[in-house]
Each structure stands twice: as structure tokens, then as C-alpha cells.
């Protein structure tokens, strides 16, 4: 798609956010007295994948269409690239499966198509998946560095009650940051937002 087929309005309107990134506070706040040479804040542009509108035939196929439409956000430049929840298990027809069959050890079969991505186009992708640590399974948001490597996993910590009868283990309540080239940045899934110690 040409970058003159998408108004900005009409891409961030459509944009919600599934996983999302956030600055540290005062981290990109304007600065008073700010030298040549010194760590000056800087923009930077967010995309945000929704799939209220997707659907697939399995995993491999959700997974496709999401690199698809992240392909139509290049010609904003994003920095960062935040997939919601669970994608690549969403909206799919008549799938049904088990936990233990999916969740991987990160990289895995959901992980690793994004590692090729932004191999290629130079961003972060925060990139959700079932992980598997130690036995446990966790709702985890993968941070994706611009190289094309794991920099990070954040476990959710509040797992909805649903979540935690399928098996889903609880991520520990000191979540982790992160460092990235324009800034430290956490990452939160859901409705663990609404909650203090996010």
C-alpha cells in the first residue's frame, strides 16, 4: 500500500493497543538547559496492531495477516510495534487447544516470524504469546529489539480467573524494564494496568 493511501488520522484511529509500551515518567519530559551532545528527548511513533477485524484458519495464517498489516505502518516510521494479546490464538474458526501444546520457549513458533520482521525494517515489536519457563506457562509480552533479538519478557501478573483455570501461572509482581534506544520502557497486558504495582 502507497503511504498516500493511509491518512494518519484514519491508521491511528483504527490502531488499538494490545500490548502496550510506555515511557518511565519524566523520562521524555522537556528538560530546561539542554547542551549540545546531551541525551535529548526525542518522538517516537508507536504502531499498534488490532484484529477485531481479522480472522484466520490457524495460527501460522493470523500470524501472516499481522505481518501484513505491519507492513502497511512503514511509511510512518514506527519505533515500536505493539501486537494485543494472545493474537496468534484469536479470532480463529473453530481452533480449540491445549496450553501445554502451544506455549513456547521463547523464540517459538509465534515469536520467531517477528524476529525476521524487524530484522528488516529497523523497530521493536512487543510481540504476546503463551511462553514456557520451568514448567510454568505465562501470558507473555515479548520485547523484540531492532537487531532481531529477545530483549525482554514481561509475564502478566494478573491473569483473569479464566486464564488462571486453563493453567496460566501468575508473572511475578516486580515487572521488568526495559532498555531501548529511545528510552526505558515497560509493558503491561490488559487490565493489569488498573492495578498499583504495574
Same mark, same amino acid.
Do not use: W
Given at each position: &500500500? /502507497?503511504?498516500?493511501?493511509?491518512?494518519? =488520522?484514519?491508521?491511528?484511529?483504527?490502531?488499538?493497543?494490545?500490548?502496550?509500551a510506555?515511557?518511565?515518567?519524566?523520562y521524555?519530559?522537556?528538560?530546561e538547559? *539542554?547542551?549540545?551532545?546531551?541525551n535529548?528527548p526525542?518522538?517516537?511513533?508507536?504502531?499498534?496492531?488490532?484484529?477485531?477485524?481479522?480472522? %484466520?484458519?490457524?495460527?501460522?495464517?493470523?500470524?501472516? /495477516?499481522v505481518?501484513?498489516?505491519?507492513?502497511?505502518?512503514?511509511?510512518? /516510521?514506527?519505533?515500536?510495534?505493539?501486537?494485543?494479546? *494472545?493474537?496468534?490464538?484469536?479470532?480463529?474458526?473453530?481452533?480449540h487447544y491445549?496450553?501445554?501444546?502451544v %506455549?513456547?520457549k521463547v523464540?517459538?513458533a509465534?515469536?520467531t516470524p517477528?524476529?525476521?520482521?524487524?530484522?528488516?525494517h529497523?523497530?521493536?515489536?512487543?510481540?504476546?504469546?503463551?511462553?514456557?519457563?520451568d514448567?510454568n506457562?505465562?501470558?507473555?509480552?515479548?520485547?523484540?529489539? =531492532?537487531?532481531?533479538?529477545?530483549a525482554?519478557?514481561?509475564?502478566? &501478573?494478573?491473569? %483473569?480467573e479464566?486464564?488462571?483455570?486453563?493453567?496460566?501461572?501468575?508473572g511475578?509482581?516486580n515487572?521488568?524494564?526495559?532498555?531501548t534506544?529511545?528510552? /526505558?520502557?515497560?509493558?503491561? *497486558?490488559?487490565?493489569?494496568?488498573?492495578?498499583e504495582?504495574g
Amino acid at each position: &500500500m /502507497k503511504p498516500s493511501n493511509i491518512s494518519r =488520522r484514519k491508521f491511528l484511529g483504527n490502531a488499538s493497543l494490545g500490548a502496550g509500551a510506555f515511557g518511565l515518567p519524566g523520562y521524555f519530559s522537556q528538560a530546561e538547559g *539542554i547542551k549540545s551532545g546531551d541525551n535529548v528527548p526525542r518522538h517516537v511513533n508507536i504502531g499498534t496492531v488490532s484484529i477485531m477485524d481479522i480472522s %484466520a484458519s490457524n495460527p501460522p495464517d493470523m500470524i501472516q /495477516k499481522v505481518l501484513d498489516v505491519m507492513e502497511n505502518m512503514f511509511p510512518y /516510521k514506527p519505533d515500536i510495534i505493539c501486537l494485543p494479546e *494472545i493474537f496468534a490464538y484469536a479470532n480463529i474458526a473453530n481452533h480449540h487447544y491445549q496450553l501445554k501444546d502451544v %506455549a513456547e520457549k521463547v523464540p517459538g513458533a509465534v515469536v520467531t516470524p517477528f524476529l525476521n520482521f524487524v530484522r528488516t525494517h529497523n523497530c521493536y515489536v512487543i510481540c504476546p504469546t503463551y511462553s514456557l519457563h520451568d514448567g510454568n506457562i505465562y501470558i507473555s509480552a515479548v520485547l523484540i529489539s =531492532r537487531q532481531g533479538k529477545v530483549a525482554g519478557e514481561y509475564h502478566k &501478573m494478573r491473569p %483473569a480467573e479464566s486464564e488462571l483455570k486453563m493453567g496460566i501461572t501468575p508473572g511475578k509482581a516486580n515487572p521488568p524494564v526495559f532498555e531501548t534506544d529511545f528510552g /526505558k520502557i515497560g509493558v503491561q *497486558i490488559c487490565f493489569n494496568v488498573k492495578y498499583e504495582e504495574g
